[in-house]
């Protein structure tokens, strides 16, 4: 994982639109503890250079040739690549983006995003260790579970789930809801290194990558159910 004081966090761009790339090198390397380990122009190229130059965080373009975004996503983390993966797409309520959820990414961004906001979610993701279940990403997850057919609500549950204590059941609820550690500590009166054993044990009980595969565990598993539509 990266994050460690003094070493830079290492980026890898994929998108087939040159330009993308060039604006969001500029805005990357723009910043001390930035910088760009690479560019693909295609998923699999992506995959390969995922592999070759070992990139703390992948921003990933959904739609690309020879391999869409999803897939290569799929494969970098299927191959225990510790890359953290952003998924690059054009509208928040993209059903490419959940799927880039499913396959192992961290966050997905809008490819209009802000500079600032770029910079924000790449450290972020990069540290491994914060919330990464903004309210776009949430109203995702919901607009997703809700089109699910019924039959999906009466699956059998994960048995991975049973060797969750209840505390440890408490906090992957409150996970979902998108709380940070100091909100986590807050709500269960503990310390905030208490709540980062309990987040790490439950990634590890239920062998999940980071904070946002417990988010999308617990929709699809029906430990969290969305809201009424608006």
């Known amino acids: 994982m990266s994050g460690t004081p003094g070493t830079p966090i290492r980026v890898l761009l994929a998108d087939d639109q040159p330009l993308l790339r060039m604006g969001f090198r500029l805005i990357l390397e723009g910043e001390p503890d930035l910088v760009i380990a690479g560019e693909a122009s295609t998923g699999s190229e992506a995959i390969r250079l995922a592999t070759e130059l070992s990139p703390d965080v992948v921003l990933m373009d959904v739609r690309m040739p020879q391999g869409d975004g999803i897939e290569a996503t799929r494969r970098i983390t299927a191959s225990g690549s510790h890359a953290r993966i952003i998924i690059l797409t054009t509208f928040d309520l993209d059903e490419y983006a959940f799927s880039g959820l499913q396959a192992g990414a961290s966050a997905f961004l809008l490819k209009d995003v802000a500079p600032e906001d770029l910079v924000h979610a790449v450290r972020v993701v990069a ?17 997703y579970v809700r ?44 310390s905030e290194a208490t709540i980062k054993t309990h987040v790490r044990r439950i990634l590890t009980k239920l062998d999940l990558r980071d904070r946002v595969q417990a988010v999308v565990y617990a929709y699809e598993n029906g430990i969290v159910v969305p809201g009424p539509a608006h």
């Not at 540290?127 to 607009?143: F, H, I, M, Y």
């Not at 969750?164 to 408490?170: A, K, N, S, W, Y």
């Open 127 to 143: 540290s491994g260790d914060a919330v990464v279940a903004p309210r776009v990403t949430q109203r995702l997850l919901e607009t």
């Open 147 to 190: 089109s699910l057919p019924p039959a999906h609500a009466a699956m059998v549950p994960d048995r991975r789930l049973d060797g969750l204590t209840p505390r440890e059941r408490e906090v992957l609820e409150a996970i979902a809801e998108g709380l940070s550690n100091a909100e986590l500590a807050a709500r269960f009166f503990l």
